[in-house]
Nanobody, 129 residues
Framework: QVQVEESGGGSVQAGGSLRLSCVVS???????LGWFRQVPGKEREKVAS???????AYQDYVRGRFAVSRDRVKNTVYLHMNRLKPEETAMYYC????????????????????????WGKGTLVTVSS
């Protein structure tokens, strides 16, 4: 009965910013939350993640521009995206996974999409040039 719902997608000009939200329910206390994105015809790729302790990880391409945060009270995780690029136009997905995944990862590594257990339906982000 885990539910994951993203919101906040929309259109933004290149160089602009956008904040995505992901509300989750039925999630175990110990878990990880990840943000991923996918363009038609391409594999789903890592963006960022945060674990139950608040530790974050970022894909190299977005590090320094994107920031993920978590609000325990609101059961919401946010993805703050800054200096967006046209090539980052994609469906952005929020996903929930077990913290057991981290035993397979290196330091500051976002879990691979295949290791996540529950996914939202996605929210579209369009970055225009």
């Amino acid at each position: 009965q885990v539910q994951v719902e993203e919101s906040g997608g929309g259109s933004v000009q290149a160089g602009g910013s956008l904040r995505l939200s992901c509300v989750v329910s039925g999630v175990p206390f110990h878990h990880c939350l990840g943000w991923f994105r996918q363009v038609p015809g391409k594999e789903r790729e890592k963006v960022a993640s945060v674990d139950s302790d608040g530790s974050t990880a970022y894909q190299d391409y977005v590090r320094g521009r994107f920031a993920v945060s978590r609000d325990r009270v609101k059961n919401t995780v946010y993805l703050h995206m800054n200096r967006l690029k046209p090539e980052e136009t994609a469906m952005y997905y929020c996903a929930v996974g077990s913290e057991k995944i981290y035993s397979e990862l290196g330091p500051d590594e976002v879990p691979p999409p295949g290791r996540m257990d529950h996914w939202g339906k996605g929210t579209l982000v369009t970055v225009s040039s």
